[in-house]
């Protein structure tokens, strides 16, 4: 419970994924603590909404190998505990440059068990001169959108979620952080993270997020009209930094690839899919699945946070714990939101359950 001169022990800022493990992990480290999840719109509809979902076990540096390692394992529980969860395990293969064996096993977690392998008995799958295929262990992908409402679902009751409920301020004092609220209310919660998405520049924490020097990306990916067969893998595209993703629950394949629009901005992004989307798309894909690029015709659009180093940002942002940032996590917020959360509810120094909090 919150101590008498504050309305809620902890606010969360922002209820897509992260916002909401975070949530989720306040309660299962500190009980009896009071939350309340604040978003300007409804729950998991920014860039949760858009995400293709899928978790691959690997990270360019090391933080993120843990990461990523550890969000792993907490997926595989809470499916093993909620069997319909849409979280779908799938294999993995990937095609990259012949002599980068070694490299990938650097890249990929040792429980990914890359071996070389044949790609694909259907032959829709081309390996261009020079690349070779690895198959792997630990690929999954989600309905991220859903598993977040089932997330929120579960918090509401110990947790107030509060939608459509834009912060317009945040203030860090010395004992609590003062939200002033778009209905014109106040909070004061002894603690809040902020877990904002892609709206880095939202006037309310603009200028405490800038020393972070997090920027903001479009990212693309098209949906391939063609039913996946059963026994499809994802496909990762090693040095394209793309992947084919055989979306069984819609029926369709979806293809992601990095597109290079920085600084974008969130309210206008949603736009839609441009000329430069399509052809960009069209051309990777058209390297490994010539067959595949006419059925490239729309897609999902929207940004992400991207941090300067590769690996999310979770930090405090007043010096002493009571506000932290969580995010940044360079479009693999899915994937690594566990390890995100259990980072950022460190960094608050919760009291444990029935101990007064002294700070
Ligand atoms: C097309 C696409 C494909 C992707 N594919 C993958 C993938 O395959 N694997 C993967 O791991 N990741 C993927 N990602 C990235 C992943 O979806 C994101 O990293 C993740 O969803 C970020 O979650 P979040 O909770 O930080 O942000 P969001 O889901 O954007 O949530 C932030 C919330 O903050 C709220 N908010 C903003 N301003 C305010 C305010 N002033 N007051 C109150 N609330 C506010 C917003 O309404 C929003 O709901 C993809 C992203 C996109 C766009």
């Not at 493990?21 to 009980?31: G, N, Q």
């Not at 198959?135 to 859903?146: F, I, L, M, R, S």
């Not at 880095?200 to 949906?223: E, G, T, Y």
């Not at 479009?331 to 101990?355: D, W």
Request: contains cysteine; neutral net charge.
């Amino acid at each position: 419970m919150a101590s008498k001169n504050l309305d809620v022990d902890v606010a969360v800022v922002g209820a897509g994924v992260i916002g909401c493990m975070t949530a989720r992990e306040i309660l299962a480290r500190s009980p009896g603590t009071s939350v309340m999840v604040l978003d300007r719109d409804m729950t998991g509809s920014g860039a949760t909404r858009r995400s293709a979902g899928l978790h691959f076990p690997r990270g360019a540096v090391e933080r993120v190998r843990r990461m990523s390692a550890y969000s792993q394992d907490y997926y595989a529980k809470l499916l093993a505990l909620h069997p319909d969860l849409p979280v779908h395990p799938l294999p993995m293969t990937v095609i990259a440059a012949e002599a980068s064996g070694a490299a990938l096993r650097g890249v990929y977690l040792d429980s990914a068990q890359l071996r070389r392998s044949t790609p694909d008995p259907d032959g829709r799958i081309r390996i261009p001169p020079g690349s070779a295929a690895w198959q792997g262990e630990g690929c999954q992908y989600a309905d991220v959108h859903a598993l977040t409402q089932f997330l929120s679902r579960r918090l509401r009751g110990p947790v107030s979620v509060r939608e459509s409920v834009r912060v317009d301020e945040v203030r860090p004092e010395q004992d609590a952080v003062v939200l002033r609220l778009g209905t014109g209310e106040t909070v004061t919660a002894g603690r809040a993270v902020l877990a904002p998405g892609p709206w880095l520049a939202a006037p309310a924490w603009k200028d405490l997020v800038a020393p972070l020097n997090a920027r903001v990306k479009k990212v693309v990916a098209m949906h391939i009209g063609v039913r996946p067969g059963k026994d499809d893998h994802a496909i990762v595209l090693h040095d394209e930094d793309a992947f084919l993703l055989p979306r069984y629950n819609e029926g369709r394949w979806l293809f992601s690839y990095t597109c290079q629009e920085w600084d974008v901005d969130p309210e206008s992004v949603a736009d839609g899919l441009s000329r430069e989307n399509l052809s960009e798309a069209r051309a990777v894909l058209g390297r490994y699945a010539p067959g595949l690029v006419e059925h490239c015709v729309s897609g999902r659009v929207f940004c992400d946070a991207f941090s300067p180093g590769g690996a999310p940002l979770v930090t405090s942002l007043d010096g002493h714990g009571r506000l932290v940032f969580a995010g940044a996590a360079n479009g693999s917020g899915y994937r690594l939101a566990p390890a995100i959360a259990a980072e950022a509810v460190g960094l608050l120094n919760l009291p444990h359950h029935g101990e007064k909090d002294q700070s």
